[in-house]
Structure formats: structure tokens, C-alpha cells
């Protein structure tokens, strides 16, 4: 593995008595496709919502590792903090703003680095700052991410009446263009057909090769196998296993504990 | 068939009426001539209401079928007749309201409504900011109101500031009471924050009317400044140094009351083009933005708190202008002016006129106050009138008269987006 991304040392989530996620430790590599996999209630979206800063883990450190610059601890951040750190997410059961354009969406992630042209507000009521130049960049920084995920047609409609396959796509373009160092992905390929999934795989593809990680839930085995580099399973909090696919798939654990009742499954993927 | 189907939907209709009406028309207590109450039956006034739905109901379904009055958010095609008239409108308003001082015929009466009704058009802007755009039910509007009304009182009586100093100070006092409520309360959502922000707009007048020292309490504060014209005072003794002086008119009293209508109007634009500037910036979008997904705001990297803040503090600052506005327009304040249901007033203007919609608030403000004025001859029917029509607007458009919203940037053409995807905020 090249140097990591995103390092998770003991990384322990209790919710009372409940331990979701005990003494995790992984590490993604920089410009790598990362999975998290494991059964129902593995614990693998509790881990993403401590990466995130939804949750503040009881126990353990997550560090961000963008080139160049110092480590940055993760879970001390405020919640808002991480996205400017360099960590985009989109969500399980999409959460666009239905409300507003594709074009909008992508606008609002571009909102800290806007926000600052325009000198708190003031000076761009008044018409006074930079901020005509700097929603040109932003729009056209939109657009090539409309481009990529193939919604250009559908820019000036409202998210909430695109089909699904698109929300889906328009959530990772929306996250891209916070421009991160690390896309977290949970479960983009639920709900999509075959045809969707492999445009989905191509997509991720695309932005690793523009040198962003990413790690990512996913159930579709299919998606996972193809374009992973490394593959972390989870199973009752407890990491089981961590390697490339063709390691993880010949895992006695991983198949015990996950592909166990389905080897044909498995292997057809 | 379909006429046994209509008269039994009247008969409904009938019986429904009937059980309102027989309480609140048919029985009636009089003061009778020994002091005591009487009671007087209306019978024929009662019947002659059932009587109306029942044939109103009758003639609607007749016409339209059981079904052919529905609710409607989206842009049907009296909505874009509505939507190319309202580009017209707008502009068409505007002049009519540049011009109405100098239209013959309009009187002391007519400037007086006008300046009522733009009070209100600016409150009900300033409200939409914190409501319409940025979700949070706000029931103590007219707390900050009341900020800006008492802080250039007081700054008058106290300190001998003039109005046009004041005005500002006013906005920022307003403002940063907005922030101070703000912050511990922005942590809760819908239902609750609607509890804590009716709890404050109390508080501020319950502390108004009791810290007699300082505000005078029931008595309010009398002999507020009025305004002048750039240092010209409005003086009905003429001569050198006043306005009517100054530009050789002849001095009258009407001269302060069109100063006042330009001045309120000047107030209104003011928020009206903040707003709209502020929609398609950054700060706009991310309020809306807020009010669509405050969670996936969060994972974008903005911060919630802040921008509810702003939206807080803008919007309490302009209910602060306000209130500077009305102090000097009345001379005379006191706690009564700024109870509930003023709020309430505020708060039902933007919700009829479509959250978010400029041009609906102002049309509803219009509607809601001017109507209430000129229907003043219907005495006690008034109310039912209005509640009726409130009614009426929100069972068919149940978004507000605008229930559309406009996109802050397109690339091709903006197209108005249907409001039952936008959404209303949870607080």
C-alpha cells in the first residue's frame, strides 16, 4: 500500500452499553478505492459516521494525511470542520436539496470557498468584491462535475425530480465538488440497476484517477470486487479482515461470517 | 345521477353551515333596558347563510364535479398566467406605489392606509428572511419590533439623538438582540424552537411593561421626535428653516404624512432588494439550503449555526428599522402595540403570500391589512370574512398565493420549481 490517506487507530464507538465499533484499526491508501463490507449491524456506517464527525468516537484516533500537509486528527473537528478538511460524504438515503437545481446543489457545496469572495456578505450586496469571478470558477467547476456523472441535460431542474439513479450520481457530483481529499460513500450502488451500477464503478474509477480516495460501503459484491483496491470487513464491531479483494474472498472468516451462505454468489462475482 | 350526488354534497354542505351558523348568528345577546342580557333569535339571517352554501355548494359542484376544486402547489396553467402577469405586476405595483401620493383624490386616509399596509409588506419581508428562506418558525417577530421601536424612543428621550441616527442604531440593537436569542435557542428544531421564540417575543414586552423606570411601562413613552427632512422640520408654523419654509409651500400637515409613505417605502425596497441580492449569493442559497437538509448542509463543510444566525440577525434588523419607523410615525409607544398577536399578523402574511416569495408576502400584506381596513364597514363580519378567505386560499393553494420557487441561477432558462418538492424547514 502507498502512504495512507486515512489512518483509524482503536477506534472504539459505544452508544451507552451498546459497543457498535470496537478497537477498529485500518489504514486507506492515498489514491485508492477502499470497501468496507460486512453483514447487517457489522458496524460499518457507525465507523463512517466517526470519519465523517457525525459521531465523536469514545475511543481512538482518526488521522487525515493530505500530501504536504500535517496529519489532521478527525475526530477533534467540529462537524463542519471535516468537510473542510478534506472529507465529502453522501448518505445511505439521499439527502439532495430537493427544492433546488442540480446546479444549485453543486453551487452550496462550493459555499466556504464562495463565501469568502464575497467579504462577508457586505461586499457582494453592494456589489463591491470578487464574487461575479469566483461564481463563474464555482459554475464552471459544476459543470465539469455534471459533465462527469452525465447530468448536464438536467442542471436546471430541481434534485427532487431527477430518478433516482441520477440523485445518486448528482449526491457524488455534489461531494466532489467540495473538493476533497476523500470521498466516503455509503452504499451508492443500493437501489440501482446493473446497467447504473457499472456507469457507477466507472464513475468512482474516474475520480480515483483524478487522485481523490475513496472509501466506501457497499453491499453489491459485483461493484466492490471490480474496483477496490483493498477491502476492510467488519463483522459485530470486530475487524475480521483487511486486504486486497482476491485475499478477502478466499478469508475462511469473511466467508464464515459473510459470503458463508452464498459461496456461489461470491465466486460468480 | 350526478344531480342526486350534488344535492347530497350540498346537503352536507348545509348541515355543516347549519352547525355553525345556529350559534354564531341565530342566538344573539343584547345589553337589554334594565342592563341585564337578552337574547335575541336571528332565525331568518341563519337560514338565509345555509341557504347560500347550500346553493353555492350546489351550483360548484354542478359545474366543476365533486372533484374539481383541488389543491395546487405546482405551476398549473393559471399559475404561469399568474406567473407572466406577476412580472408585469411587480413593476406595475411599484409605480402605483411611487405615485399614489400624487394621485388627486387620495387623501390623509388613503396615505395613512398606504403607510400601514408597507409596515407591514417590510415586516412581512423581514419575517420571509428568517421563515420563508431559511426555515426557522419564528413566533417573536415582533419582539425585534419592539427593539426597534423602544431603542429610538429611548435613545430620543434620553440621549437627544436624531431620527436618522437612531434608524441605524435601531437595525444593529434589533440585530444583535436577534443573535442573543439566537444562540442558545438555534439548537432546537421546529415545535420547540416556535415554543422559545414566542417565550421571548413575551418576555421582551412583559419586561417593557414593567421596568417603569426606563420605558414608563403601560404608560409607553410619549413625545417621540419626529423625523425631519434632512434637517428640515416638518412645522406647521412655516417660516425659516422648516420644509414648507424652506421650499416656499405652503405649510400643511400633509407634507410629514407623504415624507412618512416615501420614507416607509424606501424601508421596504431596501429589504426587498437585500433579500434578493442576498437569494442569489452564497448566504442565500446555503439558508435555503438549510431549510431543504440541515444534515447534509453540515456534510458539506457549512456552518449550521452561523448562517441561522445571520438569517436571525438580518431579519430581526429590518423588523428594527420597523420599528424606529413606527415610534416616529406614531410619537407614542407603549407594550400594547407589540403583543402576540402581531406576530401572528406578521407570521400569517408570509405563510398566505408563499414562503420565500417576495412578491407573494407583498401582495398578501396588501390583502390581509388593506382588506381588513376597507372591509371596516362589515363591523363584526369582517373577521369572517378574513378567516374565510384565509380559509379558502389555504385549502387551494396550501403553499401560500406563490407557492412556486424561483431558482437563485440556471444555466438555460429558470424554469419555477414546483412547491411540494421545496421544502419548509424544520426549525
Redesign the interface.
Given at each position: 500500500m502507498s502512504h495512507p490517506i486515512l489512518e483509524v487507530q482503536g477506534l472504539t464507538m459505544r452508544f451507552g452499553g451498546l459497543t457498535a465499533v470496537s478497537g477498529v484499526s485500518f489504514a486507506a491508501g492515498s489514491g485508492e478505492i477502499t470497501a468496507l463490507i460486512g453483514p447487517n449491524g457489522a458496524g460499518k456506517t457507525t465507523l463512517f459516521n466517526c470519519v465523517t464527525g457525525f459521531y465523536r468516537p469514545s475511543e481512538g484516533i482518526i488521522r487525515l494525511h493530505k500530501r504536504g500537509e500535517p496529519p489532521t486528527e478527525l475526530q477533534r473537528l467540529a462537524g463542519h470542520r471535516i468537510a473542510r478538511a478534506g472529507v465529502a460524504r453522501t448518505f445511505q438515503n439521499i439527502r439532495l436539496f430537493p427544492g433546488m437545481t442540480a446546479l444549485e446543489n453543486l453551487l452550496i457545496a462550493q459555499h466556504n470557498r464562495l463565501m469568502a469572495s464575497t467579504g462577508w456578505g457586505i461586499g457582494a450586496v453592494l456589489g463591491l468584491s470578487g464574487y461575479p469571478k469566483a461564481e463563474r470558477q464555482a459554475v464552471e467547476l459544476a459543470k465539469r462535475w455534471l459533465t462527469a456523472t452525465n447530468l448536464m441535460d438536467r442542471a436546471d431542474d430541481p434534485a427532487g425530480a431527477l430518478p433516482y439513479g441520477q440523485q445518486r450520481r448528482l449526491e457524488i457530483a455534489r461531494a466532489m465538488c467540495t473538493g476533497p481529499a476523500l470521498l466516503c460513500l455509503d452504499e451508492p450502488a443500493a437501489g440501482l440497476n446493473p446497467r447504473e451500477s457499472d456507469e457507477l464503478a466507472r464513475l468512482l474509477l474516474d475520480i480515483r484517477a483524478e487522485r481523490t480516495s475513496i472509501l466506501l460501503i457497499e453491499h453489491d459484491m459485483g461493484v466492490v470486487m471490480r474496483i477496490s483496491d483493498r477491502v476492510v470487513v467488519l463483522d459485530h464491531g470486530v475487524l475480521i479482515a483487511d486486504g486486497t479483494p482476491a485475499e478477502v474472498r478466499g478469508n475462511a472468516k469473511v466467508i464464515a461470517a459473510y459470503l458463508g451462505e452464498d459461496e456461489e454468489e461470491a465466486a460468480s462475482a | 345521477m350526478r344531480l342526486q350526488l350534488a344535492l347530497k354534497d350540498a346537503s352536507i354542505g348545509a348541515v355543516v353551515a347549519a352547525l355553525l351558523f345556529i350559534p354564531l348568528v341565530a342566538l344573539r345577546t343584547d345589553v337589554g333596558s334594565a342592563g341585564a342580557l337578552v337574547l335575541r333569535y336571528r332565525w331568518a339571517d341563519a337560514a338565509i347563510l345555509i341557504g347560500l352554501v347550500f346553493l353555492g355548494r350546489l351550483a360548484l359542484v354542478l359545474w366543476t364535479g365533486r372533484t374539481g376544486l383541488r389543491p395546487s402547489t405546482s405551476a398549473g396553467p393559471w399559475t404561469q398566467r399568474l406567473q407572466q402577469a406577476g412580472r408585469l405586476a411587480a413593476p406595475a405595483f411599484l409605480a402605483f406605489a411611487l405615485v399614489l401620493p400624487a394621485i388627486p383624490g387620495i387623501d390623509r386616509y388613503w396615505l395613512d392606509l398606504g403607510i400601514l399596509v408597507l409596515t407591514y409588506v417590510m415586516l412581512g419581508w423581514g419575517l420571509n428572511i428568517v421563515v420563508g428562506l431559511a426555515g426557522l418558525l419564528d413566533l417573536g417577530y415582533v419582539a425585534f419590533y419592539a427593539v426597534g421601536a423602544y431603542s429610538y424612543a429611548l435613545l430620543a428621550q434620553y440621549f437627544g439623538l436624531s431620527f436618522w441616527v437612531c434608524l441605524p442604531l435601531a437595525g444593529i440593537l434589533a440585530a444583535f438582540w436577534g443573535v442573543l436569542l439566537g444562540f442558545p435557542v438555534l439548537r432546537l428544531r421546529g415545535d420547540y424552537l416556535a415554543i422559545v421564540t414566542l417565550a421571548f417575543g413575551e418576555i421582551i414586552r412583559v419586561v417593557l411593561l414593567n421596568w417603569v423606570s426606563l420605558t414608563g411601562g403601560p404608560n409607553g413613552i410619549s413625545g417621540i421626535p419626529r423625523p425631519s427632512f434632512f434637517g428640515l422640520p416638518f412645522s406647521m408654523a412655516g417660516g425659516e428653516g422648516t420644509f414648507a419654509g424652506f421650499f416656499g409651500l405652503e405649510p400643511s400637515s400633509t407634507h410629514r404624512v407623504i415624507f412618512l409613505y416615501y420614507l416607509i417605502l424606501a424601508l421596504a425596497l431596501l429589504t426587498n432588494w437585500?433579500t434578493i441580492?442576498?437569494r442569489r449569493?452564497?448566504?442565500g442559497?446555503?439558508w435555503?439550503?438549510l431549510r431543504?437538509?440541515e444534515?447534509?448542509?453540515?456534510?458539506?463543510?457549512?456552518?449550521?449555526t452561523v448562517t441561522k444566525l445571520?438569517a436571525f440577525a438580518l431579519g430581526a434588523m429590518f423588523g428594527g428599522f420597523a420599528g424606529a419607523f413606527f415610534a416616529t410615525r406614531q410619537a407614542f409607544i407603549s407594550p400594547e402595540s407589540f403583543t402576540f398577536i402581531e406576530s401572528a399578523i406578521i407570521l400569517a402574511i408570509v405563510v398566505l403570500g408563499g414562503l420565500g416569495s417576495q412578491i407573494g408576502v407583498a401582495v398578501a400584506a396588501l390583502v390581509l391589512i388593506g382588506g381588513t381596513e376597507i372591509f371596516r364597514d362589515l363591523q363584526e363580519w369582517r373577521m369572517l370574512v378574513f378567516g374565510g378567505a384565509m380559509v379558502v386560499i389555504m385549502v387551494l393553494r396550501p403553499r401560500g398565493l406563490v407557492g412556486t420557487?424561483t431558482?437563485?441561477?440556471?444555466?438555460?432558462?429558470?424554469?419555477a420549481?414546483?412547491g411540494k418538492?421545496?421544502?419548509e424547514g424544520h426549525g
Open positions: - | 437585500v441580492r442576498l449569493q452564497p448566504l442559497r446555503a435555503e439550503a431543504e437538509d444534515i447534509a448542509c453540515r456534510a458539506l463543510g457549512i456552518n449550521v445571520t420557487r431558482p437563485s441561477i440556471a444555466l438555460g432558462k429558470r424554469r420549481i414546483d418538492l421545496v421544502g
